[in-house]
C-alpha cells in the first residue's frame, strides 16, 4: 500500500466507530461463489458422507443404488430447470470452466474459425487461445458498447466458410450485462452455425430454456446463482451434437471397452462424480424449483434497482454496465476516484464488514471494453439471501470513502 493510502486509512479510522463496538458482515461477492446456501444443501451434504458414502454407478448393492438415485434426481431437476429435452443430455463436470473446455475441446477441429463475444471471462478467451495454439483455430471477437452490450448486428460480417460456432456468456461477470441469447440462437441456426452459452453468472438467477432459447450447448456452475456447493457444475448438449470427450477412463459402463462409451452421459463423465457437491446441488435445485426461477431474479432484481437509485451522485464515483435492471444482472461495478479498486474493497470490508471483489475478476477483455482495463473495477454483486440492509452498508461505505476523498 501507498503511504498516501495509510494516511488515508488513518484519518477514516478517527472519525469512524462501528456500531455496538462491532462491525456487521455482509457477503456482496455472490457472483463468484454464492453465499450462505440454503439450509437442505448443508443437510444434502452431510447425509451423502454419513448415510451414503458410496461411488454412483459403481455397484448394484443398496446404497450404490441410492447414490446413482441422488445423482440422478439433480440431473433431472437441472433438466427441468434448463428446459433439456432428457437429463441424459445433462453432463456433470466439476465447474463451468471444465463443461466450457469440454464444449471447445470437443466441437473445434484444426484450422476451425469462432465466433466469441467481447465480454467473456478467461474460462472462455484463455480456452481459444489455447485452441490457436494446439490446433491453429481462429476467432473473431463481436464488438460491444461501453456498457458491455453486444453489437449483434455485426456478428454476419464475421462469419466464414470454416466458421463452426458462436460463444458467448449469458451475462457479463463484471459489468452484469445480459446478452441476447435467444436472438444468437437464431442467427446461429440461421448460418447454420452452433451456439455455446455460457451460464455461470445467470443459470438459477435469470429463466433459461436452451430449447427455445436456441443453444445447442450450454456450461453451467452449481455454486452460483445455482446455489449449491463448490466443485459442481455441468454441460448441457442438444441431441444430435457430436462432441468429442475431453477426459477418458472408467465410467462403471461397457467396461470390457476399448473405447468410451458412445452414450450420454456416460461418454463425458469419466472417473468418479462428486457425489457429496451433486447432493447438495440436487438440494439446492428443489429450493430453486419450488421458489421459481423468476422469483429469485425479481428479489434480485429489486436489490439491483434500490441500489442504482440509492448510490450517491458523484462525479467521483464511476458506475459501469447498463444501469438497468431489465438488462444487468444483480452486479454493480465501480470505481472511486482517487483510490485503486484493491484500496475501496479493503476499506468497505476493514471498516464496514462489506465484502467486495476488486481487480480484473478473470474477466480482461470485459474490462478492455469498459475502459477499466489499467486498474480494474471494485464489484457487487448481490444473491437471494442478500437484503436492502445489506445494500445499505454497501452504501454507507461508499458514501464515508467519497467524503473523505
Known sequence: MTQGFVDFCRRMMRGFRYQGGSKVSVYLDNAATS???????????????????????????????????????????????????????????????????????????????AIVGGMEHNSVWRTMHELRRRRGVRFSVIPHAEDGSMRIEQIPRLIRRNTR???????????????????????????NLLLVVDAAQTAGCLPIDVQKMGIDLLAFTGHKGLMGPQGTGGLYIREGIDVHPLLYGGT???????????????????????????????????????????????HEGQLLDYTLRNLPDSQKLSLYGPGTVDRQVAIVSFNIEATTPEEVSYLLDEMFGVMTRAGLHCSPCAHRVLGTSDWGAVRASFGFFNTTEDVDALIEGIETILDEI
Open 252 to 298: 462403471g459402463t461397457q467396461s470390457a471397452w476399448p473405447h468410451q462409451p458412445r452414450a450420454l452421459p456416460h461418454r463425458f463423465e469419466a472417473g468418479t462424480l462428486n457425489g457429496p457437491g451433486i447432493a447438495g446441488l440436487g438440494a439446492a435445485l428443489e429450493f430453486i424449483l419450488q421458489r421459481g426461477v423468476k422469483s429469485i431474479r425479481e
Open 165 to 191: 460456432l458462436i460463444v458467448s456468456t449469458h451475462a457479463s461477470n463484471v459489468a452484469g450485462t445480459v446478452m441476447p441469447v435467444a436472438r444468437l440462437g437464431q442467427l446461429a441456426a440461421e448460418y
Open 35 to 113: 453465499h450462505t446456501k440454503p439450509e437442505p444443501v448443508y443437510r444434502a451434504v452431510e447425509n451423502y458422507l454419513q448415510e451414503v458414502g458410496v461411488s454412483a454407478g459403481r455397484g448394484s448393492y443398496r446404497q450404490a443404488q441410492q447414490a446413482e438415485d441422488i445423482i440422478w434426481s439433480a440431473r433431472t431437476n437441472l433438466a427441468q430447470l434448463l428446459g433439456a429435452e432428457k437429463p441424459d443430455r445433462i453432463i456433470f463436470t466439476s465447474c463451468a470452466t471444465d463443461a466450457v473446455n469440454l464444449a471447445l475441446f470437443g466441437l473445434l477441429g484444426r484450422w476451425d474459425h
